[in-house]
């Protein structure tokens, strides 16, 4: 019974503490766009680029 003394506000502060974490993302913009960065990934160019004309390879 005693330990509940000190697991309760400890777990009350645990919970303010991830409350606060996820509106600060959220406030930073860290959940504003979910979608594109993995389409992004799919729509890669790997190509090189070509070089400019005039120049000399090295």
Excluded: C, H
């Excluded at 913009?29 to 004309?53: C, H, I, N, S, Y």
């Amino acid at each position: 019974m005693e330990s509940l003394y000190l697991l309760i506000p400890l777990s009350v502060v645990v919970v303010f503490g991830a409350l606060w974490l996820f509106f600060n993302a959220s406030d930073g913009g860290q959940f504003d766009d979910l979608v594109g960065p993995g389409l992004r990934v799919l729509q890669d160019d790997d190509t090189t680029p070509e070089k400019p004309a005039g120049t000399e390879p090295e």
